[in-house]
């Protein structure tokens, strides 16, 4: 039984210790998807600040939409995002009308981003920074500076 325990307190501990982020790359087809209809047009890189369904949260995520919106700007405030456009996307959009711009604030058309990269349970929110070429590194979940920052120097 001690054995077991053992096992099974470093399997739990290893999987939590992995990173939520993998690699890959878009095809020409999605490329275009993501340029035509989130403005995605001269900038090397594109961030995508997800939020997911309610559903998917244990917490509701969309409380609040215009003081979330007040936070994310301050949170990026100090990066310096050159030649990057920084989009907010939201899969519930009927939620947060009141933000939805389609500038800055976007609903989840056809659930693209939803069912490609975000439809995890618990995680509320997640992170995906495309290069022009395809190539993308996405998280999900939480996510700080840091990671964003990483994000991009990994993919410029």
Aim: glycine share 2%; net charge positive.
């Amino acid at each position: 039984m001690k054995i077991f325990i053992i096992i099974f307190s470093f399997l739990t501990l290893s999987n939590a210790s992995k990173p939520n982020q993998f690699d890959n790359k878009l095809d020409s087809d999605e490329l275009q998807f993501i340029r035509e209809n989130y403005g995605w047009n001269e900038s090397d890189l594109i961030i995508i600040n997800f939020k997911e369904p309610n559903s998917n949260c244990w917490y509701d995520n969309y409380k609040s939409p215009k003081k979330a919106n007040k936070w994310w700007d301050e949170f990026y405030s100090d990066i310096k995002l050159i030649n990057i456009r920084n989009v907010f996307i939201y899969s519930d959009s009927k939620r947060v009308k009141s933000v939805i711009d389609f500038d800055k604030h976007f609903p989840d058309y056809s659930n693209f981003f939803l069912n490609k990269f975000f439809n995890k349970e618990n995680t509320c929110f997640g992170l995906l920074i495309i290069h022009k070429n395809g190539s993308y590194i996405s998280k999900n979940g939480e996510y700080t500076k840091s990671d964003i920052l990483t994000m991009i120097s990994k993919l410029q």
